[in-house]
């Protein structure tokens, strides 16, 4: 047999014919290298990019810290106000509450126990 070189697929398309997107034309530029997107733009583009990403990351970090201390604070105040009706109602409201726990779970198994006997008829049938 002769000695033949193999053709891969890079061979043929090389890497080069695809554009940079995304965090590699990112790493690319913080590595000193320079892109088709870059070029004519001088280091001005880099720094107003970048400020644009800090400015962009600090309004949405910002705001999501006082969403989340809003939320706190609202918690604290819902609790303070909701636990002395709590201990006032307990007598009421810990029997209420088993006997809704037991309506739902009668509920629940005789509708489990009406499932399984029309499968067993199916099943016999």
Same mark, same amino acid.
């Given at each position: 047999?002769?000695d033949?070189?193999?053709?891969t *697929? *890079?061979?043929?398309?090389?890497r080069?014919?695809y $554009?940079?997107i ?15 997107y870059?070029m004519?733009?001088? #280091?001005?583009y ?5 400020i644009a990403? =800090?400015?962009? =990351?600090?309004?949405a970090?910002g #705001?999501?810290l006082?969403?989340?201390s809003?939320?706190l604070?609202g918690?604290?105040?819902a609790?303070?106000?909701a636990?002395? +009706?709590l201990?006032?109602f307990?007598?009421i +409201?810990v $029997?209420a509450l ?6 739902i ?11 399984a006997?029309i ?7």
């Amino acid at each position: 047999m002769a000695d033949t070189a193999r053709t891969t *697929h *890079h061979d043929i398309i090389g890497r080069d014919q695809y $554009p940079m997107i995304g965090r590699d034309r990112d790493q690319y530029q913080m590595m000193g290298g320079r892109d088709q997107y870059q070029m004519g733009r001088g #280091s001005d583009y880099s720094k107003s990019r970048q400020i644009a990403k =800090a400015a962009t =990351a600090v309004t949405a970090g910002g #705001s999501l810290l006082v969403l989340s201390s809003l939320t706190l604070v609202g918690t604290v105040i819902a609790l303070t106000v909701a636990t002395p +009706l709590l201990v006032i109602f307990s007598p009421i +409201l810990v $029997p209420a509450l088993i006997t809704v726990a037991l309506l739902i779970t009668g509920f629940l198994s005789s509708g489990g126990f009406g499932i399984a006997a029309i499968t067993v008829f199916s099943w016999i049938y």
